[in-house]
């Protein structure tokens, strides 16, 4: 069968202007109206299908483009040595990142040439397959910007993440838009529209009603842990004069309480200097923990001697009163050009370049603290936005996830909402009570049903002290990770490879 479509009337100026509104309508749902990403692929979508093949990657850079520059914008805000690296490498990042959306709209072109309506449903599983797919590796993974995010300050559109994890909610956004946009000329197909958000909301009812039903439960009520979370709010110009003094004082004020905690949480990097045995840092934090009589989580920098190869590493340590440090765990998902460059350990000759990256080397174990016979795994900034690296703590037996992280670098940008919206999800992924320890905020402590308690301001100085309890529920996702994202991605590649045994059409 031959498959005749007409040749594209959209001018390159109207191409550019609908490109730019997806971009805008994108950007706006993550920062300002989450239901925003319901419609916001609806201009792309109409120049896709009315577009002609040729100039349809360029329309999906373009929107790509519009969504990340102001997205991730943040990351120009940093301090680093040498500003030209810096410039080059977020524009790469840019650049990196809108060509997903220019490939996911020419293989979607494609598709529809080749399969007619069917290619809608194809390229819904592959938009969600190509956001799996860049955020994998540890080396390059940057998931930041994933479309399921616009819907986390929507509690009742979220809870399908504990089956089908993040890329669940990408899929609902993107079939939505993809529904809606055919439902303009088959009114009937906003029916089966319904019928999903319905049984999407629906199941969210019912999820929030059991977790607070089994939090009510009486065993539950009884393995509680009290929490102390300290914010200090150190500023930049602190941390470079390394005045240790000064930020073990401000601990220390907001450590002590009149109620007494089973676990004191600090930042990420909350003192200078290394935690080593014997150094200043490590010694003023141990006399605190002792006077406080109550085990700290801190972070910190940590050395190791490997074979007189000495290894820097960003870790967080655990303090007990009277024993110093029990333990630590070396951050694994380091991030790519500020913490290290790429690739270093199998091509060591990227050690010798200097970008004003950190130097850090990445840790090779996930240590699960012990506190009471209570099992907690610790993720260092950005690893919280890796899903499957959570998952893998809770299925190796943590019974609740500790994210310790410093984002005052990047101001009073989006980047300190963004990624602390980010990080919350896990908690209903897994169903694990989930702390937030920010040194500039935001510290929060998230509900196994992703309600999020004493949120704090940015650049406040500030502590949270409440109660966790802890449950021992499975859920498919953490039993099973990330099936739902494997199935797309079969179902992604069947369908695209049944291109290769379609007949072209003669003209496009």
């Known amino acids: 069968m031959q498959i005749h479509i007409s040749k594209s009337e959209i001018s390159p100026p109207l191409g550019i202007l609908f490109s730019v509104l997806s971009g805008i309508l994108l950007f706006s ?48 805000v940093m301090e680093v040595p040498i500003r030209f690296y810096l410039y080059l490498g977020v524009f790469i990042l840019w650049l990196y990142l809108s060509l997903y959306y220019g490939l996911w709209c020419y293989i979607t072109k494609l598709l529809l040439i080749k399969t007619g309506v069917v290619g809608w449903i194809i390229s819904a599983a592959f938009f969600v397959s190509l956001e799996f797919l860049r955020s994998l590796t540890r080396e390059i993974g940057f998931p930041w910007g994933t479309i399921g995010y616009t819907l986390v300050p929507q509690r009742y559109f979220i809870q399908i993440a504990d089956i089908t994890g993040i890329a669940g909610l990408s899929f609902i956004v993107i079939l939505t838009n993809i529904l809606l946009y055919n439902s303009f000329t088959r009114p009937k197909i906003i029916i089966p529209l319904l019928i999903i958000l319905s049984s999407v909301m629906g199941y969210s009812k019912l999820r929030i009603k059991s977790i607070n039903k089994l939090m009510q439960d009486s065993d539950i009520q009884q393995s509680e842990i009290s929490i102390l979370i300290v914010q200090p709010n150190i500023s930049h110009e602190v941390k470079r004069r390394g005045d240790i003094v000064s930020r073990i004082n401000i601990f220390k004020s907001f450590s002590k309480s009149d109620s007494r905690h089973d676990l004191i949480i600090w930042p990420e990097s909350a003192l200078p200097g290394y935690m080593i045995e014997g150094s200043k840092p490590e010694r003023l934090t141990r006399e605190l923990v002792d006077s406080l009589q109550t085990p700290v989580l801190t972070g910190g920098t940590r050395l190791s001697y490997d074979e007189e190869i000495i290894k820097v590493y960003n870790s967080s340590v655990l303090v007990e009163p009277y024993k110093g440090v029990v333990d630590f765990y070396d951050k694994i998902y380091l991030v790519p050009f500020g913490e290290r460059l790429p690739f270093d350990d199998f091509f060591p000759v990227l050690k010798r370049l200097e970008f004003g990256q950190g130097g850090y080397s990445p840790g090779d174990r996930r240590t699960l603290f012990e506190l009471n016979g209570v099992k907690f795994g610790v993720l260092i900034c950005f690893e919280s936005t890796f899903p499957r690296h959570v998952n893998k703590f809770v299925k190796e037996g943590a019974d609740f996830m500790v994210n310790i992280t410093d984002d005052s670098w990047f101001g009073r940008t989006v980047g300190p909402y963004e990624h602390s919206r980010m990080a919350s999800l896990r908690a209903v992924e897994t169903r694990k009570p989930f702390i937030r320890c920010a040194n500039s905020g935001i510290s929060y402590i998230v509900n196994p049903d992703g309600l999020i308690k004493h949120s704090t301001k940015l650049f406040e100085r500030a502590s949270i002290s409440d109660n966790i309890y802890l449950n021992h529920k499975e859920t498919f996702y953490t039993k099973y990770g990330d099936v739902f994202s494997y199935v797309m991605l079969l179902f992604s590649f069947v369908g695209i490879l049944s291109l290769l045994f379609i007949q072209r059409p003669e003209r496009l």
Not at 35 to 40: G, K, M, N, V
Not at 48 to 63: E, P
């Open 29 to 76: 749902s993550f920062v300002y109206l989450p239901y925003l990403s319901f419609i916001a692929f609806l201009p792309l979508l109409f120049l896709i299908d009315k577009s002609s093949l040729k100039g349809i990657f360029y329309y999906g850079l373009i929107a790509g483009f519009t969504l990340y520059i102001p997205l991730l914008y943040f990351i120009l």
